[in-house]
């Protein structure tokens, strides 16, 4: 039976994944809602020869995930050590990288920032910062966010006016 009809019956959808096959795609896959964790399914004891490697050089699952950016289709950067490629034969491989970037998620969820703009201020955690286009619009404010320790402060004249601490 060919892999498209039984993947999603033979394990369990991790919480928060969905079924993010495209009829074009080579294996059926899964994915975060995020899309910063991408599972793919491949069939090797199907059509995986007609790739010309042979069987045993493929793995049954392959995992790529980033804690910050989207990773269908995307060509990552080799020096980004934050970006993970994992293939294996063992599922339960694949749910300890699914565990590994959720505690990242988490950590980056409680990591704080107070941004002060004369009497307004407001706090944004360093995943929505990381995850909102700030790397290209605001470096030194994606720089601040990855980097920065509690307590530590980003003068308003590298941010739009705006002076930023972490908090947390």
């Known amino acids: 039976m060919s892999i498209w009809n039984t993947y999603s019956k033979d394990y369990p959808m991790p919480e928060g994944f969905i079924n993010s096959a495209w009829g074009n795609d080579?294996?059926?896959?899964?994915?975060?809602?995020?899309?910063?964790?991408?599972?793919?399914?491949k069939d090797v004891d199907g059509f995986i020869g007609d790739f010309g490697q042979p069987p045993e050089d493929w793995?049954?699952?392959?995992?790529?995930?980033?804690?910050?950016?989207?990773?269908?289709?995307?060509?990552?950067?080799?020096?980004?050590?934050?970006?993970?490629?994992?293939?294996?034969?063992d599922w339960n491989e694949i749910l300890e990288k699914i565990e590994a970037w959720e505690k990242t998620q988490t950590e980056l969820k409680q990591?704080?920032?107070?941004?002060?703009?004369?009497?307004?201020?407001?706090?944004?955690n360093a995943l929505e910062i990381l995850t909102n286009d700030t790397?290209?619009?605001?470096?030194?404010?994606?720089?601040?966010?990855?980097?920065?320790?509690?307590?530590?402060?980003l003068s308003g004249a590298n941010v739009n006016g705006i002076d930023v601490t972490r908090t947390q």
Not at 111 to 124: E, V
Not at 135 to 153: I, Q, S
């Open 135 to 153: 790397e290209e619009d605001e470096p030194d404010l994606y720089e601040f966010a990855r980097n920065a320790k509690v307590g530590d402060f």
């Open 26 to 41: 080579v294996f059926p896959s899964i994915a975060h809602e995020s899309g910063r964790i991408h599972i793919w399914f």
């Open 59 to 89: 793995k049954k699952y392959e995992i790529m995930s980033h804690p910050t950016k989207e990773v269908y289709g995307e060509h990552p950067d080799p020096n980004d050590p934050t970006h993970v490629e994992f293939q294996t034969n």
């Open 111 to 124: 990591k704080l920032f107070r941004f002060h703009d004369g009497d307004a201020s407001f706090t944004l």
